[in-house]
């Protein structure tokens, strides 16, 4: 069977949507043996790798609704292609094949605040189409599945869950080496709280400031805190609240990072804070357990899933909240203890085999 996957965010896409196809795709490499796979690229560039039985085809970028609903069906049909796997959203409403679509979650819907209104519109007008059409919809966690078949109006034998999980480098160092070089770097001193996400208004990056904020003038606490991640939509409203709280000597922004310096990151950080409004998945919370870091992450969507009781969950909205609970966690290092060997079990239940065991399963059945 020839599998075609829409390759839009494979190799470009860093943040967690990238990250979870990426690694999803290189465990299915691994494994089987018996499909045969074409990732389809959308570039001006004419270009064609193989490895193994993956077929690396780069397809010609007309725009993304032309490349999605026109360029991809006929590649598709040319290259007689079994089954279409959409991974980013969006599938062609009208193929020849049966259509595998990974929704993600439903932040533009449920949060649509904080989504860029543009793509908002683009995706209101073609997801629920493109939902229907599909064969069979693969999401990232109990909590997106039931907003899919809430707000997507599909039946519920029609979504499955697969779980993402972190990528093996991520793991507990018990040695001191390289740390050192990594955090002169990025000229960043212990103690430290760490952030990891896109700069943009869903992560709530703007509530970690506030409560941050209130640690530096109510408990005169040394750490600073340390952002890895790209800017996104509305980014500068981020460092206007820096510059409104006075915290430019205190947050450091390291932009993207290889994965082997963000691991180095989670292992040395005393708490890793993750106040996002919304997560289909959300992989920094699970990618810091899995290196050992204490967790303090929202309740709210999948974030309960992820964490489970391996750490603290706060209302994301709650400043107050937010800022007595980092202040515990810092402060208390018999809980900090007992927190990272929490996380380093808690993130072991994930793996990226079993997941790519899962959706070969269902390539197999469609």
Known sequence: MKIGIDAKYIYT???GTGRYINNLLSHVKKIDNVNSYVELHPSSQSEIKKTNN???????????FIRCQLMLPLRTKSLGIDILHSPTFISPIITGC?????????????YPETFEPLYRQYLNLLLPICAKRATKIITTSESS?????????????????????????????????????????????????LNVGTLEPRKNISGLLKAFSMLKERKSIPHKLVIVGEKGWRHKIIFKAISSLNLQDEVIFTSYISDEELMILYNKCNVFVYPSLYE??????????ACGAPVITSNTSSLPEVVGNAGIMINPDNTEELCETIYTVIENNSLMENMRKKSLERAKLFSWEKSARQLLKIYSEV
Do not use: C, W
């Open 280 to 289: 289909g998945f959300g992989l920094p919370p699970l990618e810091a357990m």
């Open 98 to 110: 049966p259509v595998i679509l990974t929704i993600y979650d439903l932040n533009h819907i449920l």
């Open 54 to 64: 993956f077929l690396s085809r780069i397809t010609n970028g007309f725009g993304e």
């Open 13 to 15: 896409n860093k943040a």
């Open 145 to 193: 599945r039931k907003d899919i078949i809430g707000n997507l109006h599909v039946g519920e034998d029609k979504v499955e869950v697969i779980y993402g999980a972190a990528s093996p480098i991520f793991g507990r160092l018990d040695t001191e080496n390289n740390f050192q070089s990594v955090l002169k770097k990025f000229r960043i001193r212990t103690p430290y709280i």
